[in-house]
């Protein structure tokens, strides 16, 4: 598997997803029933919550406690997270990779949860929950280990948040015994024989801590990275990925904008989409989406979220498929033309090599995937127009050749009629009202 070409990522989870699901503490075993199913669509790698032990069981992990204790210390309310055990975390990581998929870690390097004890910090006199005596014996913490310390008053986010009226503390990094509990907390988290077996990292929060720690975890590992950089900015994102010097990828948070105007606003004009998210700029480093565990709680993509889905399953970068979207919205629709099933079959087979845009106006897209090795490249048409069918004339790579269409949706699902392209690759190519149309080459 080259990630260019056929990485396939599942968000595994969404907020509270046990109790939603009535899967506490066995989400590990679920998550496990599933894989020969995802593996058949073209799954190629599993992004899981972040699975070290908080202060109380029914967490989703984002405020780590003990980071060794990932399911096998009775400490914080039981033995096992909300999501299972440790021997069940570790036997699907072994699954996921029987059936050729890689699984990311969700690393929260910025903060933790509160700690057993309070101290008094003696750099501000004040008394925070700082004192960690966790039961694995590995990486106990005290306020030195915080901002503010002797080596550091602050990173780029400070305190990162509070819970029940306690600050959330912030890990400096900067001290060496943070540093190198940190470093060694990666390790145990990829290693295959005593720890959890994890292939890369999905880095939370990166916006609140220096960005050099990204930088020496990907560098050391050489693994596939990509960070949450909250900005609807694409400079600012690509900012962060220069001063990461390229180690990893970033969330497309600014295409995700751009699609969810296109599928909730309906006076969106389709000319803004080309240019909008780092796949167009450098989709190597792009990992897109159509909604997240933290988007779809706030800002979800509300109508015809397959229109979404279309784009981010047809062209360059790593796309992410949610799992509530999938499993609980409806839209993986099997055995049917439209749906991301076929989507990511779609994906999976043919779509390979650059892309470039053949046409758009205000209610029409069509772009081209130019082929690379055994995936022939394939044309993608998105109309937004609710009442009619819409298409345009537009010169493929492929002439003289016929075009078939091999997915799509929308409010007519009348199959689009293949075409024929002429000496110069020209053909006219129609998608039905707030639908979509890929057409593969023969």
């Avoid at 907020?15 to 894989?35: F, I, N, S, V, Y």
């Avoid at 509530?324 to 049917?336: C, H, I, M, V």
């Avoid at 048409?381 to 790579?397: F, H, I, K, L």
């Amino acid at each position: 598997m080259t990630r260019r070409t056929a990485m396939r990522l599942m968000q595994t989870f969404y907020w509270d997803c046990p109790r939603a699901e009535g899967k506490e503490g066995q989400w590990w075993k679920h998550l496990q029933a599933t894989l020969p199913a995802l593996a058949k669509i073209g799954i190629t790698a599993l992004w899981l919550p972040p699975s070290a032990k908080s202060s109380h069981v029914d967490s989703m992990g984002y405020a780590p406690y003990d980071y060794y204790d990932q399911g096998e210390f009775n400490q914080k309310g039981g033995v096992g997270t909300w999501f299972g055990s440790t021997a069940e975390l570790r036997a699907l990581t072994r699954a996921a990779h029987d059936q050729g998929m890689i699984v990311l870690a969700d690393a929260v390097l910025n903060h933790c949860d509160i700690g057993d004890a309070k101290e008094v910090n003696p750099l501000t006199g004040r008394e925070l929950l700082t004192k960690f005596t966790p039961k694995s014996g590995k990486f106990a913490r005290d306020w030195s280990n915080f901002h503010p310390c002797e080596y550091s008053s602050a990173d780029a986010g400070s305190f990162y948040g509070d819970l029940e009226g306690y600050d959330l503390p912030d890990l400096c990094h900067d001290n060496p015994y943070t540093y190198l509990g940190v470093m060694e907390y990666i390790r145990y988290l990829k290693d295959r024989q005593q720890g959890i077996g994890y292939d890369g990292f999905r880095f939370d929060a990166v916006k609140y801590y220096d960005s050099w720690i990204v930088q020496s975890i990907q560098e050391w590992q050489k693994c596939f990275g990509v960070v949450e950089y909250w900005d609807g900015s694409k400079d600012a994102i690509k900012g962060y990925l220069d001063y990461v010097r390229w180690s990893c990828s970033a969330f497309d948070f600014p295409l995700f904008y751009a699609l969810r105007e296109m599928c909730d606003n309906p006076h969106y004009d389709m000319r803004r989409l080309w240019g909008s998210g780092l796949i167009y700029d450098v989709p190597m480093h792009s990992v897109t989406f159509c909604d997240n565990h933290d988007t779809d709680r706030s800002q979800p993509i509300v109508n015809d979220k397959l229109l979404a889905y279309a784009i981010i399953l047809t062209h360059e970068g790593v796309p992410c498929i949610y799992w509530r979207d999938y499993y609980n919205y409806g839209l993986a629709l099997p055995e049917s033309p439209g749906g991301i099933d076929n989507l990511c079959r779609i994906h999976r087979d043919h779509a390979g090599g650059a892309t470039s845009l053949l046409y758009s106006d205000e209610r029409l897209y069509i772009a081209q995937r130019h082929g690379y090795q055994s995936q022939k490249g394939l044309v993608v048409v998105v109309n937004t127009d609710p009442m009619a069918w819409r298409g345009a004339w537009v010169q493929t790579r492929w002439p003289n050749n016929s075009l078939t269409c091999a997915a799509w949706w929308g409010r007519d699902t009348s199959q689009p009629y293949g075409q024929h392209t002429d000496g110069g690759g020209w053909t006219q190519l129609f998608a039905p009202p707030r639908g979509y149309a890929v057409y593969l080459p023969g």
